[in-house]
């Protein structure tokens, strides 16, 4: 995964041996050696990922962290903070500055790799979340971070007092986090729960941890939670088999409740991002399949459904009825379109209502309806046609508000044992349509077609 990162030192052997590392992983990188410049390239070149050294003459690298994140421009874009200083003060600074992530100097490399792929996978979900939902957001909007109140989070350790600490530290950000003590119980919580996020301390003494990341990676409803990993300094290289499992980062040991808040609050809105994109592209896919004005099928649907139902022939039988609404355009041209789409909506619910389950409505087109009737013999379709034809008929359809007019439709009945096509089945449907149409309207018409050789 490679990506573009913003390397922000005023000491040019430090800025040159961090490209230099990170352009043998072949990521793109740049360099900035004071924070206006810093500042500059950041809007200008829109960087994946800010490497950001905190000391700096001109302006430390807290402020520009402050201006980075209160900027429309910048502020989403991840900034990871590098200080050669370890009191927890100053991550606690670097926190209020809006950064997401820290390293301490001399930087260990492997370190660093994970935490930038961890920081750009997050990025890239937020890049491709704001790029899907600008249509719908207006140009003066602003993306706030989304808040992590009321996630639900499980700690998973062993040691009590351990873990009452870190739920402790969860809740300030109003993350409501449960306990687990042992692998069992955290399988069968994650398992039966929704959860936002699950922290899996490495240190456990009964179960083996890792073993539990891989079962959590490998189980369908526990697959995408955010797995972040407790660890204690010398477990280098268990946290980095834990990213080989699917873990998504780690904070060592003694854990600083501020870092710990700051990497939980990442991975959570991480999880929100995700969620958003799967339902937002649920959501287009509806809309690829869904007519707007009656919420039926449209016709792409309608063809891939017939089309699957008879090259599969799972359903034996199958029927399709055509249906168009008669003298339509003159209710258009009287009241005008609006009334015209009331009227398309109150067909649209009769035929919905009086259809079986395994039935598929679509509207076809224009005033041209479809019902597609899996496992129907041509007496069934017929009969059920009729029943759709007279429940139109039925309604009290009141264009003007007060007199009543008679509004009614047209149908076809097509069956088809498994084999030939859906152009061909529409084909027959609609030339029974039209002979319905021909002998008077307001009425059903059936027609067959022979299976292709």
């Known amino acids: 995964m490679t990506a573009r990162i913003l390397v922000v030192d005023d000491v040019a052997a430090n800025a040159r041996l961090l490209e230099a590392r990170l352009g043998q992983e072949y990521y793109d990188v740049r360099t900035a050696s004071c924070g206006a ?25 807290y402020e520009v962290c402050r201006r980075m994140k209160g900027a429309t421009t910048t502020r989403h874009i991840p900034v990871v903070m590098v200080t050669a200083l370890h009191e927890a003060g100053e991550r606690i600074a670097g926190l209020e500055a809006g950064a997401d992530d820290f390293l301490t100097k001399p930087v260990d490399f492997e370190t660093l790799l994970a935490r930038v792929k961890s920081l750009v996978r997050l990025k890239r979900l937020l890049d491709e979340w704001r790029n ?5 957001r207006g140009a003066e909007d602003e993306f706030v971070p989304p808040s992590v109140a ?12 351990d873990a009452l600490a870190v739920q402790d530290a969860l809740a300030r950000d109003g993350i409501v986090a449960g306990r ?44 995408d939670i955010p797995l972040l990993l407790m660890a204690e300094p010398e477990q280098k290289g268990r946290i980095l088999r834990g990213f080989d499992l699917g873990a998504n980062d780690w904070v060592m040991r003694p854990i600083d409740a501020n870092e710990l808040r700051a990497r939980a609050r990442n991975q959570i809105r991480r999880r929100v991002y995700q969620e958003r994109l799967r339902n937002e592209m649920g959501h287009a896919i509806e809309l690829a399949l869904i007519d707007p004005l009656t919420g039926l099928y449209n016709q792409r649907y309608l063809m891939r459904d017939l089309a699957a139902r008879l090259a599969s022939g799972r359903d034996g039988a199958l029927a399709l009825v055509m249906i168009d609404v008669d003298h339509f355009k003159a209710v258009n041209d009287r009241w005008g379109h609006p009334v015209g789409d009331r009227a398309l909506r109150m067909v649209a619910d009769a035929l919905r209502g009086r259809v079986r389950l395994a039935d598929s409505v679509a509207r076809y087109g224009g005033e041209e309806f479809a019902v597609v009737m899996p496992g129907a013999s041509l007496p069934d379709a017929q009969t059920a046609a009729e029943r759709l034809r007279a429940a139109v008929e039925a309604m009290s359809f009141l264009p003007d508000g007060a007199t009543p007019y008679p509004l009614t439709i047209s149908l076809g009945v097509a069956t088809r044992e498994a084999g030939g096509s859906a152009e061909q089945l529409i084909a027959a449907a609609d030339r029974a349509l039209y002979e319905a149409k021909r002998d008077g309207r307001n009425r059903v018409a059936t027609a067959t077609t022979a299976a292709a050789d």
Do not use: F, I, K
């Not at 500059?40 to 950001?52: I, K, N």
């Not at 899907?132 to 719908?136: E, I, Q, W």
């Open 37 to 61: 410049d810093a500042l500059d390239a950041a809007r200008a070149w829109q960087p994946d990922l800010v490497l950001l050294d905190v000391m700096m003459p001109d302006m430390d690298g």
């Open 132 to 136: 899907r939902s600008a249509p719908m």
């Open 150 to 161: 009321g996630a639900r989070a499980l700690v998973v350790d062993d040691n009590e007092a």
């Open 180 to 223: 687990a003590g042992s692998e069992a119980e955290a399988s069968t919580l994650a398992a039966g729960l929704t959860l936002d996020l699950v922290v899996l301390s490495l240190s456990m003494t009964v179960d083996d941890p890792l073993r539990l990341a891989s079962r959590l990676r490998s189980a369908e409803a526990t697959q």
